[in-house]
């Protein structure tokens, strides 16, 4: 069985999906919810599904990337992931750490990447004219939103879409996608989850 930990800064509802998909005959099972902000909505949705939860804040170590990361990671090494799923994690990781997890770290990215890396991806979706949206999980690499693609969920975008409405459309879809991924993923098969 492998183990996974979940990093996440918000609400958690891909965490929650993930953990929730976690169960019978799936490979992988959760062992941490992780967080940066000890007030992050998921951390009390983890704790009441019985998952184990920690926090490390960030706002603990200004200028101190390298602290942050220190105490990320003894927390991460104590709990023993197989794989570390980022699911609306927003602070950005060094390359050392990235490296530490190479290839068994997943990332979820609200756009169709290579498009749109980094913030706003709605924003700039809707901006650019765009009549498709979506969202990406991938492999995490040391460059931001830019490792291996191991599945893409595709959303039409309609005239009267506001970055909003299609933050909210495309969650459901995220919560769909991301599971399969990390399901074929525990198994050893990177072959891409397309959605539809
Ligand atoms: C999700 O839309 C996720 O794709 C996005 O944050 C949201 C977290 O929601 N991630 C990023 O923007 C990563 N750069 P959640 O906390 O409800 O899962």
Redesign the pocket.
């Known amino acids: 069985m492998k183990r996974v930990a979940i990093l996440?800064?918000?609400?958690?509802?891909?965490?929650?999906?993930l953990a929730q998909s976690m169960t019978g005959d799936h490979p992988a099972r959760p062992v941490l919810v992780l967080s940066n902000d000890p007030k992050?909505?998921?951390l009390a949705r983890a704790r009441d599904m019985g998952l184990a939860v920690a926090a490390v804040d960030h706002k603990e170590f200004p200028n101190d990337r390298k602290g942050f990361e220190g105490e990320l990671l003894a927390i991460l090494e104590a709990a023993q992931p197989d794989i570390i799923c980022?699911?609306?994690?927003?602070r950005v990781l060094s390359a050392g750490f990235v490296q530490r997890f190479e290839g068994r770290m997943l990332?979820?990215?609200?756009s169709l990447l290579p498009k749109y890396k980094?913030?706003h991806?709605h924003r700039r979706a809707l901006d650019a004219g765009d009549a498709v949206h979506g969202?990406t999980v991938h492999e995490v690499t040391a460059a931001l939103?830019d490792g291996p693609i191991l599945g893409q969920a595709r959303l039409d975008i309609g005239p009267e879409d506001t970055a909003d409405t299609l933050?909210a459309r495309?969650?459901p879809l995220?919560?769909a996608l991301y599971p399969a991924v990390l399901r074929r993923f525990a198994r050893g098969d990177r072959t891409p989850v397309l959605i539809p």
């Open positions: 996440i800064s918000g609400g958690g509802s891909n965490m929650v999906a992050a909505g998921g980022l699911a609306g994690f927003m990332n979820i990215h609200p980094g913030l991806t969202c939103d933050a495309l969650l995220e919560h």
